[in-house]
């Protein structure tokens, strides 16, 4: 993101609890009044993605042009098989983007091991396809970081 000179401060955020009612994502916005409606964007790197068996992400927007920008990211970096989801996915960002956030999200698929111990890398984890998703996304942040509209 600093290689791209934003215009805009950027904030990354690491939040924990989703599963049991996001007391992270929430302790950060109390923090922070008004930033969900305030900020220009959010991208939400979300649970799952590169999950094995099923290591297609699925992703979703809260506008067309978040849309477009993710879906071009994502067929850009090997993802063409990424699906949109009609509804916006991961806990956090439809909590944002009720709030009143402009969100694009990206999750893994369906995963019957998700929050089991048997969840553990090398053998449920596709690190090739964690390491695409993170550079489509890491594409749509710079350019919500850098653009002036």
Request: glycine share 12%.
């Given at each position: ?50 999950a094995v068996p ?96």
């Amino acid at each position: 993101i600093a290689g791209v000179e934003p215009v805009r401060d950027v904030l990354f955020v690491a939040t924990s609890g989703h599963e049991i009612g996001l007391p992270g994502v929430e302790t950060f916005l109390k923090a922070r009044p008004g930033l969900e409606r305030g900020a220009h964007g959010g991208v939400h790197f979300g649970a799952n993605v590169g999950a094995v068996p099923d290591a297609s992400p699925r992703y979703s927007a809260s506008g067309r042009d978040l849309e477009r920008s993710a879906g071009e990211a994502l067929r850009e970096a090997g993802l063409g098989t990424a699906s949109l989801s009609p509804t916006m996915v991961g806990a956090e960002s439809t909590l944002i983007t009720y709030r009143g956030a402009r969100c694009v999200a990206m999750v893994g698929g369906d995963y019957e091991l998700f929050h089991r111990e048997a969840d553990r890398w090398p053998s449920t984890i596709d690190v090739e396809t964690i390491a695409r998703c993170a550079n489509a996304f890491t594409n749509v942040a710079a350019t919500l970081a850098s653009s002036d509209d």
